[in-house]
Protein backbone atom coordinates (compact mmCIF):
# COMPACT_ATOMS: atom_id res chain seq x y z
CA UNK A 1 0.00 0.00 0.00
CA UNK A 2 3.09 2.64 0.91
CA UNK A 3 4.42 1.92 -2.68
CA UNK A 4 1.25 2.57 -4.18
CA UNK A 5 0.61 5.54 -2.16
CA UNK A 6 3.89 6.68 -3.63
CA UNK A 7 2.82 5.71 -7.08
CA UNK A 8 -0.45 8.01 -6.85
CA UNK A 9 1.42 10.46 -5.54
CA UNK A 10 4.10 10.97 -8.35
CA UNK A 11 1.65 10.47 -10.68
CA UNK A 12 -0.34 13.25 -9.28
CA UNK A 13 2.40 15.54 -9.05
CA UNK A 14 3.70 15.12 -12.62
CA UNK A 15 0.01 15.77 -13.64
CA UNK A 16 -0.28 18.83 -11.62
CA UNK A 17 3.07 19.76 -13.45
CA UNK A 18 2.02 19.34 -17.29
CA UNK A 19 -0.76 21.48 -16.11
CA UNK A 20 0.64 24.09 -14.86
CA UNK A 21 2.99 23.74 -18.14
CA UNK A 22 -0.08 23.98 -20.15
CA UNK A 23 -1.31 26.94 -18.24
CA UNK A 24 1.19 29.25 -18.91
CA UNK A 25 1.17 28.56 -22.27
CA UNK A 26 -2.45 29.41 -22.24
CA UNK A 27 -2.20 32.63 -20.44
CA UNK A 28 1.49 33.76 -22.73
CA UNK A 29 -1.23 33.22 -25.81
CA UNK A 30 -3.08 36.17 -24.49
CA UNK A 31 -0.56 38.66 -24.36
CA UNK A 32 -0.49 40.49 -27.65
CA UNK A 33 1.34 43.45 -29.33
CA UNK A 34 0.02 46.63 -30.62
CA UNK A 35 2.23 48.14 -32.50
CA UNK A 36 1.15 52.68 -32.58
CA UNK A 37 3.90 55.01 -33.63
CA UNK A 38 5.89 57.45 -32.74
CA UNK A 39 6.29 58.59 -28.89
CA UNK A 40 5.42 62.32 -29.86
CA UNK A 41 2.46 61.16 -31.39
CA UNK A 42 -0.98 60.24 -30.58
CA UNK A 43 -1.06 56.85 -31.44
CA UNK A 44 1.48 55.46 -28.93
CA UNK A 45 0.16 58.19 -26.32
CA UNK A 46 -3.73 56.68 -26.84
CA UNK A 47 -2.79 53.37 -27.39
CA UNK A 48 -0.89 53.24 -24.18
CA UNK A 49 -4.21 53.94 -22.40
CA UNK A 50 -5.77 51.06 -24.21
CA UNK A 51 -3.70 49.03 -23.66
CA UNK A 52 -3.60 49.67 -20.07
CA UNK A 53 -7.25 49.44 -19.68
CA UNK A 54 -7.98 46.46 -22.34
CA UNK A 55 -5.64 44.36 -19.88
CA UNK A 56 -7.30 46.06 -16.48
CA UNK A 57 -10.67 45.10 -17.24
CA UNK A 58 -9.74 41.61 -19.49
CA UNK A 59 -7.72 38.76 -19.58
CA UNK A 60 -6.32 40.00 -23.06
CA UNK A 61 -3.07 41.14 -22.30
CA UNK A 62 -2.07 44.16 -24.40
CA UNK A 63 1.24 45.91 -24.45
CA UNK A 64 1.26 48.98 -26.79
CA UNK A 65 4.97 49.45 -28.58
CA UNK A 66 6.17 52.63 -30.52
CA UNK A 67 6.85 52.11 -34.15
CA UNK A 68 7.49 53.35 -37.43
CA UNK A 69 3.63 54.17 -38.06
CA UNK A 70 1.07 52.64 -40.60
CA UNK A 71 2.67 50.98 -43.30
CA UNK A 72 5.29 49.37 -40.58
CA UNK A 73 2.51 48.64 -38.30
CA UNK A 74 0.75 46.33 -41.02
CA UNK A 75 4.10 45.02 -41.82
CA UNK A 76 4.55 44.36 -38.22
CA UNK A 77 0.89 41.88 -38.24
CA UNK A 78 2.30 40.47 -41.50
CA UNK A 79 5.38 39.29 -40.13
CA UNK A 80 3.96 38.25 -37.04
CA UNK A 81 5.83 40.53 -34.56
CA UNK A 82 2.71 42.21 -33.53
CA UNK A 83 -0.87 40.86 -33.23
CA UNK A 84 -2.65 44.51 -33.33
CA UNK A 85 -2.14 48.01 -34.73
CA UNK A 86 -3.05 51.55 -35.40
CA UNK A 87 -2.76 52.38 -39.42
CA UNK A 88 -4.48 55.49 -41.36
CA UNK A 89 -7.48 54.45 -43.29
CA UNK A 90 -6.24 55.30 -46.38
CA UNK A 91 -3.24 53.36 -45.53
CA UNK A 92 -5.16 50.14 -44.68
CA UNK A 93 -6.90 50.31 -48.29
CA UNK A 94 -3.50 50.58 -50.14
CA UNK A 95 -1.96 47.24 -48.13
CA UNK A 96 -5.22 45.33 -48.48
CA UNK A 97 -5.72 46.05 -52.11
CA UNK A 98 -1.51 46.31 -52.68
CA UNK A 99 -1.32 49.42 -53.66
CA UNK A 100 1.03 52.46 -53.69
CA UNK A 101 2.96 51.41 -50.17
CA UNK A 102 2.48 47.93 -50.56
CA UNK A 103 3.88 45.60 -53.81
CA UNK A 104 1.64 42.81 -52.86
CA UNK A 105 -1.80 42.77 -51.10
CA UNK A 106 -1.75 41.98 -47.28
CA UNK A 107 -4.92 40.35 -46.96
CA UNK A 108 -4.45 38.64 -43.60
CA UNK A 109 -5.56 41.43 -41.54
CA UNK A 110 -9.09 42.64 -40.48
CA UNK A 111 -10.84 45.41 -38.98
CA UNK A 112 -10.67 46.01 -35.48
CA UNK A 113 -12.61 49.70 -35.13
CA UNK A 114 -11.90 52.97 -36.55
CA UNK A 115 -11.37 55.76 -33.60
CA UNK A 116 -11.07 58.77 -34.81
CA UNK A 117 -10.04 61.30 -37.20
CA UNK A 118 -6.28 62.00 -38.03
CA UNK A 119 -5.67 65.97 -39.46
CA UNK A 120 -3.32 66.40 -42.37
CA UNK A 121 -1.71 69.34 -40.41
CA UNK A 122 0.69 71.59 -42.53
CA UNK A 123 2.32 73.22 -39.43
CA UNK A 124 5.10 76.81 -39.73
CA UNK A 125 6.17 79.01 -37.96
CA UNK A 126 6.27 81.52 -40.66
CA UNK A 127 2.93 83.39 -40.86
CA UNK A 128 3.30 84.36 -44.66
CA UNK A 129 2.81 80.71 -45.14
CA UNK A 130 -0.82 81.08 -46.07
CA UNK A 131 -1.63 78.80 -48.66
CA UNK A 132 -0.62 75.76 -49.76
CA UNK A 133 0.75 77.52 -53.08
CA UNK A 134 3.09 79.12 -50.50
CA UNK A 135 5.49 76.38 -50.08
CA UNK A 136 6.65 76.18 -53.69
CA UNK A 137 10.11 76.65 -53.42
CA UNK A 138 9.96 76.09 -49.63
CA UNK A 139 11.76 73.19 -47.59
CA UNK A 140 9.53 71.10 -46.39
CA UNK A 141 9.14 67.84 -44.39
CA UNK A 142 6.72 65.27 -45.63
CA UNK A 143 7.36 62.27 -43.68
CA UNK A 144 9.35 59.23 -44.41
CA UNK A 145 9.72 58.28 -48.00
CA UNK A 146 6.86 55.78 -48.75
CA UNK A 147 5.26 56.80 -45.69
CA UNK A 148 1.04 57.37 -45.23
CA UNK A 149 2.72 61.08 -44.28
CA UNK A 150 4.04 61.06 -47.46
CA UNK A 151 1.55 60.12 -50.27
CA UNK A 152 -1.33 62.84 -47.59
CA UNK A 153 1.62 65.61 -48.62
CA UNK A 154 1.25 64.37 -52.53
CA UNK A 155 -2.08 64.35 -52.91
CA UNK A 156 -2.34 67.72 -51.38
CA UNK A 157 0.62 69.55 -52.88
CA UNK A 158 -0.70 67.31 -56.04
CA UNK A 159 -3.92 69.14 -55.79
CA UNK A 160 -2.60 72.61 -56.13
CA UNK A 161 -0.60 71.73 -59.00
CA UNK A 162 3.04 71.22 -56.96
CA UNK A 163 5.37 68.47 -57.13
CA UNK A 164 6.58 66.71 -53.87
CA UNK A 165 9.76 65.99 -55.37
CA UNK A 166 10.42 68.66 -58.08
CA UNK A 167 8.41 71.95 -56.53
CA UNK A 168 9.19 71.73 -52.92
CA UNK A 169 13.09 70.92 -50.86
CA UNK A 170 11.42 67.49 -49.50
CA UNK A 171 12.73 66.82 -46.66
CA UNK A 172 11.76 63.21 -45.21
CA UNK A 173 11.30 63.68 -41.39
CA UNK A 174 9.48 61.86 -38.10
CA UNK A 175 7.04 64.22 -36.16
CA UNK A 176 9.83 64.86 -33.60
CA UNK A 177 12.19 65.73 -36.10
CA UNK A 178 9.78 67.90 -38.26
CA UNK A 179 9.13 69.73 -35.06
CA UNK A 180 13.08 70.30 -33.98
CA UNK A 181 13.75 71.48 -37.60
CA UNK A 182 11.19 73.63 -37.78
CA UNK A 183 12.52 75.04 -34.22
CA UNK A 184 15.80 75.81 -35.71
CA UNK A 185 14.75 77.50 -39.08
CA UNK A 186 16.30 74.63 -41.17
CA UNK A 187 13.01 73.53 -42.87
CA UNK A 188 9.75 76.03 -43.26
CA UNK A 189 7.07 73.39 -42.86
CA UNK A 190 5.99 69.66 -42.27
CA UNK A 191 3.29 67.75 -42.78
CA UNK A 192 2.27 65.76 -39.55
CA UNK A 193 -0.75 63.51 -39.68
CA UNK A 194 -2.43 62.65 -36.34
CA UNK A 195 -5.13 63.32 -34.02
CA UNK A 196 -4.95 66.36 -32.60
CA UNK A 197 -3.85 67.93 -30.17
CA UNK A 198 -0.39 66.15 -31.33
CA UNK A 199 2.21 65.89 -28.75
CA UNK A 200 4.98 67.51 -31.21
CA UNK A 201 3.25 70.52 -32.05
CA UNK A 202 1.75 71.37 -28.78
CA UNK A 203 5.10 71.04 -27.60
CA UNK A 204 6.71 73.33 -30.58
CA UNK A 205 3.37 75.61 -29.50
CA UNK A 206 4.69 76.15 -25.98
CA UNK A 207 7.65 78.39 -26.91
CA UNK A 208 6.55 79.73 -30.54
CA UNK A 209 3.43 80.92 -32.49
CA UNK A 210 2.45 77.95 -34.46
CA UNK A 211 0.18 78.24 -37.51
CA UNK A 212 -1.05 75.24 -39.70
CA UNK A 213 -2.10 76.35 -43.36
CA UNK A 214 -5.42 76.24 -44.40
CA UNK A 215 -6.91 73.68 -47.83
CA UNK A 216 -9.18 76.33 -49.32
CA UNK A 217 -12.71 75.15 -50.31
CA UNK A 218 -11.99 74.54 -53.55
CA UNK A 219 -9.05 72.43 -52.90
CA UNK A 220 -10.64 70.04 -50.61
CA UNK A 221 -13.78 69.61 -53.02
CA UNK A 222 -11.32 68.39 -56.08
CA UNK A 223 -9.22 66.13 -53.03
CA UNK A 224 -12.14 64.61 -51.44
CA UNK A 225 -13.73 64.20 -55.08
CA UNK A 226 -10.43 61.98 -56.40
CA UNK A 227 -9.44 60.17 -52.75
CA UNK A 228 -12.61 59.79 -51.12
CA UNK A 229 -11.34 58.79 -47.84
CA UNK A 230 -10.05 62.57 -47.08
CA UNK A 231 -12.70 64.37 -45.17
CA UNK A 232 -12.93 68.13 -44.58
CA UNK A 233 -11.68 68.89 -40.79
CA UNK A 234 -11.53 72.29 -39.24
CA UNK A 235 -8.72 72.67 -36.43
CA UNK A 236 -9.87 74.99 -33.87
CA UNK A 237 -8.15 78.46 -33.10
CA UNK A 238 -7.25 77.04 -29.31
CA UNK A 239 -6.01 73.99 -30.12
CA UNK A 240 -2.17 75.42 -30.53
CA UNK A 241 -3.36 79.03 -29.75
CA UNK A 242 -3.40 80.21 -33.02
CA UNK A 243 -4.60 83.57 -34.50
CA UNK A 244 -7.63 81.59 -36.35
CA UNK A 245 -9.17 78.11 -37.24
CA UNK A 246 -7.82 76.30 -39.94
CA UNK A 247 -9.35 73.89 -42.01
CA UNK A 248 -7.73 70.77 -43.25
CA UNK A 249 -8.55 67.42 -44.13
CA UNK A 250 -8.40 64.05 -42.16
CA UNK A 251 -8.44 60.71 -42.64
CA UNK A 252 -9.41 57.96 -40.17
CA UNK A 253 -7.06 56.08 -37.23
CA UNK A 254 -8.28 52.52 -37.83
CA UNK A 255 -6.89 49.43 -35.34
CA UNK A 256 -6.30 45.91 -37.43
CA UNK A 257 -5.06 43.29 -36.03
CA UNK A 258 -4.11 39.67 -37.63
CA UNK A 259 -6.70 37.40 -38.85
CA UNK A 260 -5.50 34.36 -36.42
CA UNK A 261 -6.24 36.12 -33.38
CA UNK A 262 -9.11 34.59 -31.76
CA UNK A 263 -12.51 35.61 -31.51
CA UNK A 264 -12.28 36.20 -27.77
CA UNK A 265 -9.18 38.02 -27.57
CA UNK A 266 -10.53 40.88 -30.59
CA UNK A 267 -13.71 40.92 -28.60
CA UNK A 268 -12.23 41.50 -25.65
CA UNK A 269 -9.74 44.55 -27.35
CA UNK A 270 -12.94 46.59 -28.55
CA UNK A 271 -15.23 46.15 -25.55
CA UNK A 272 -12.35 47.19 -23.36
CA UNK A 273 -12.27 50.10 -25.03
CA UNK A 274 -16.34 50.85 -25.66
CA UNK A 275 -17.35 49.71 -22.70
CA UNK A 276 -14.98 51.87 -20.57
CA UNK A 277 -14.65 55.49 -22.58
CA UNK A 278 -15.25 57.59 -19.65
CA UNK A 279 -12.25 55.66 -17.58
CA UNK A 280 -10.07 55.85 -20.78
CA UNK A 281 -7.01 58.96 -19.20
CA UNK A 282 -6.79 60.88 -23.26
CA UNK A 283 -8.55 63.33 -24.83
CA UNK A 284 -9.32 61.47 -28.02
CA UNK A 285 -11.91 59.16 -25.67
CA UNK A 286 -14.14 61.52 -25.84
CA UNK A 287 -14.04 61.26 -29.91
CA UNK A 288 -15.02 57.69 -30.02
CA UNK A 289 -18.48 56.69 -31.03
CA UNK A 290 -19.96 53.38 -32.36
CA UNK A 291 -21.02 54.92 -36.03
CA UNK A 292 -17.66 55.85 -36.35
CA UNK A 293 -16.08 52.63 -34.75
CA UNK A 294 -18.44 50.83 -37.99
CA UNK A 295 -17.50 52.92 -40.53
CA UNK A 296 -14.59 51.10 -42.41
CA UNK A 297 -15.63 49.89 -45.59
CA UNK A 298 -12.18 48.81 -47.24
CA UNK A 299 -11.48 45.82 -45.06
CA UNK A 300 -13.84 43.72 -43.37
CA UNK A 301 -13.58 43.38 -39.51
CA UNK A 302 -12.35 40.91 -37.21
CA UNK A 303 -15.48 38.24 -35.99
CA UNK A 304 -14.63 39.11 -32.25
CA UNK A 305 -15.08 42.73 -33.45
CA UNK A 306 -18.17 42.13 -35.45
CA UNK A 307 -19.71 39.90 -32.08
CA UNK A 308 -19.60 43.30 -30.27
CA UNK A 309 -20.81 45.73 -32.67
CA UNK A 310 -23.63 43.08 -33.07
CA UNK A 311 -24.55 43.07 -29.23
CA UNK A 312 -24.61 46.88 -29.82
CA UNK A 313 -27.51 46.36 -32.63
CA UNK A 314 -24.51 47.50 -35.68
CA UNK A 315 -23.80 44.88 -38.60
CA UNK A 316 -20.66 44.94 -39.70
CA UNK A 317 -19.05 43.36 -42.50
CA UNK A 318 -16.95 40.30 -42.21
CA UNK A 319 -14.97 37.73 -44.05
Known amino acids: ??????????????LVLVLGILAGCGASSKEFNFTTGGDTGTYYAFGGVMAQKISEVTDTKVTAITSGGSKANIEALQAGDAQFGFTQSDVLAYGYNGERLFDEAVKD??????????????????????????????????????????FNAVDILGAYGLDAEADIKPTYQSFADSVESLQDGSIDAAFVVAGVPTNAVTSLAATND?????????HIAALTASSPYYTEYVVPASTYDMPEDATTVAVGAVVICRDDVSEDDVYNFVSGVFNNLDNLAHDKANEL???????????????????????????????
Open 289 to 319: SLEFATSVTDVPYHAGAAKYFAEQGITVPTK
Open 109 to 150: ISTVAALYMEQVQIVTLDPDIQSVADLAGKSVSIGAAGSGVY
Open 210 to 218: VYLVSIDAE
Open 1 to 14: MKKNAIKVLAVVSA
